[in-house]
């Protein structure tokens, strides 16, 4: 069959990466995604400003690459979405290394050590531009001059060093001696560890901690947006889905008035108190989305307002849901499968109750679980003659039970339909003549 071979122009491709719309914290974020899917204990990452010549690199101790791995890892989209990844593997797309870093400089450098030897391959934006329009030259070695960046790679016997050289994003038309420009290239580091402590606080922080990272010598220490000693907690429910169970968990921050004062500042986390309510999506340990109510809610979407400031919710799945999610390039959006929405709101409203309360009150009444608060099983409705009866679909059970039914819902809600009728007919009253055992701590 007739064709044409229309490959793209490599400058304006990857001028278009560029704009993907990565901020310098989740392009840094992506990078540590690397390095833990490479096995690293100890990441390191080093902000140099110095104008025009200011560097970023992100050093770590993980397995490292051979050549022919490093030369596949720096062809854009080496991995497709759909091939099968390791559980541990927290990629995607096969971009994360390459639009992260071009969103953020004009030139980057990847070393890695493996078996005693070392690779050395680079991107070069500048050297794309100048080229041809299908010149995807990968140049091999460092540029003249950048090899003392690379040294901190010697002390160790395997890793991955990533350089960034002509960060013009950070550091656009300024000069070595320009005291505002700095102040401005520290408020970024400041806002890289705050989002780090964020995203990573489960390898961080806890149990499972095996993770620690360093910012210019610094520690970073994890922040828990759940407040979990603190906070009033739902039981861990594990929600059966197609591609693996998907836990999901409610948390009830305390009222400030029975918090520290750094308690008070560190709990608002990077966007402050009212806008980090709602839903924190994890996937694989790693967070993808803090905070928002993800367009759920009756019967209208629920907003950010401040009387639901204290409520979130911990959902978290494996890498084998990823289409499921429809997770994004950038791993910063995230979007429910319909079939765990009915049990996500349902959740979510008990949450957002008692959070509502608890600001309400100003937690006058103490620390109280959660736990006591009934679902009860049975809605009352005023008809012509006489009361009318039926099942409460928001009920935790049955809104699992139709939510898993899948293409049999019809047949949960036919069988419903018939306890209803069997029950009226008896002329029972729900709650006072018969428990069917529905009803259940929240």
């Known amino acids: 069959?007739?064709?044409?071979?229309?490959?793209?122009?490599?400058?304006?491709?990857?001028?278009?990466?560029?704009g993907v719309g990565y901020t310098a914290q989740t392009a840094i974020a992506d990078i540590v995604d690397n390095s833990i899917s490479a096995g690293a204990?100890?990441?390191?990452?080093?902000?140099?400003?110095?104008?025009?010549?200011?560097?970023?690199?992100?050093?770590?101790?993980?397995?490292?690459?051979?050549?022919?791995?490093?030369?596949?890892?720096?062809?854009?989209?080496?991995?497709?979405?759909?091939?099968?990844?390791?559980?541990?593997?927290?990629?995607?797309?096969?971009?994360?290394?390459?639009?992260?870093?071009?969103?953020?400089?004009?030139?980057?450098?990847?070393?890695?050590?493996r078996a005693g030897r070392t690779s050395i391959r680079r991107w070069d934006l500048d050297q794309i531009v100048r080229g041809q329009a299908d010149d995807w030259r990968l140049m091999i070695g460092p540029r003249a001059g950048s090899e003392r960046h690379l040294a901190l790679l010697n002390s160790l016997s395997t890793g991955t060093l990533v350089l960034w050289e002509d960060v013009d994003r950070l550091t656009s038309g300024t000069l070595a001696n320009d005291r505002r420009a700095q102040d401005g290239f520290l408020d970024v580091v400041a806002d890289v560890e705050e989002h780090l402590a964020m995203v990573f606080h489960q390898f961080l922080?806890?149990?499972?901690?095996?993770?620690?990272?360093?910012?210019?010598?610094?520690?970073?220490?994890?922040?828990?947006?759940?407040?979990?000693?603190?906070?009033?907690?739902?039981?861990?429910?594990?929600?059966?889905?197609?591609?693996g169970g998907?836990?999901?968990?409610?948390?009830?921050?305390?009222?400030?008035?029975?918090?520290?004062?750094?308690?008070?500042?560190?709990?608002?986390?990077?966007?402050?108190?009212?806008?980090?309510?709602?839903?924190?999506?994890?996937?694989n340990r790693r967070l993808l989305v803090a905070g928002g109510w993800l367009g759920l809610g009756e019967p209208r979407a629920w907003t950010m307002e401040e009387p639901y400031r204290l409520a979130r919710l911990r959902v978290e799945f494996s890498t084998e849901a990823d289409i499921d999610w429809d997770i994004d390039v950038k791993k910063s959006v995230a979007r429910p499968p319909r079939t765990l929405r009915p049990r996500m709101t349902a959740l979510a409203e008990i949450v957002r109750d008692r959070a509502r309360r608890v600001f309400a009150h100003r937690g006058s009444y103490g620390r109280r679980s959660i736990l006591p608060d009934m679902v009860h099983a049975w809605e009352t409705s005023t008809g012509s003659t006489s009361p009318r009866y039926r099942i409460n679909r928001r009920h935790p059970a049955v809104a699992l039970a139709v939510a898993v039914a899948g293409e049999h819902a019809a047949d949960v809600e036919a069988a419903l339909a018939i306890i209803v009728r069997a029950i009226e007919s008896a002329g029972y009253k729900p709650g006072k003549d018969l428990s069917l055992g529905l009803d259940c701590a929240a």
């Open 41 to 113: 204990r100890t990441v390191w990452l080093q902000f140099t400003f110095d104008g025009p010549s200011s560097t970023v690199s992100i050093l770590d101790d993980g397995i490292g690459m051979s050549e022919g791995d490093l030369r596949q890892a720096m062809v854009l989209g080496a991995k497709s979405p759909l091939d099968e990844r390791e559980p541990s593997d927290l990629g995607r797309f096969g971009l994360g290394l390459k639009t992260a870093s071009f969103s953020q400089c004009r030139c980057l450098t990847v070393a890695s050590c």
């Open 205 to 243: 922080g806890g149990q499972g901690a095996d993770l620690r990272i360093f910012v210019n010598g610094r520690g970073i220490k994890p922040w828990d947006p759940f407040m979990t000693v603190k906070a009033n907690r739902t039981p861990t429910e594990v929600i059966p889905a197609g591609s």
């Open 246 to 283: 998907v836990e999901l968990q409610g948390f009830v921050l305390p009222h400030k008035d029975h918090l520290s004062e750094d308690e008070i500042r560190t709990g608002g986390g990077p966007q402050g108190w009212a806008a980090q309510q709602g839903f924190y999506i994890y996937r």
């Open 1 to 18: 069959m007739d064709h044409e071979i229309a490959a793209p122009r490599a400058s304006s491709l990857v001028a278009s990466l560029r």
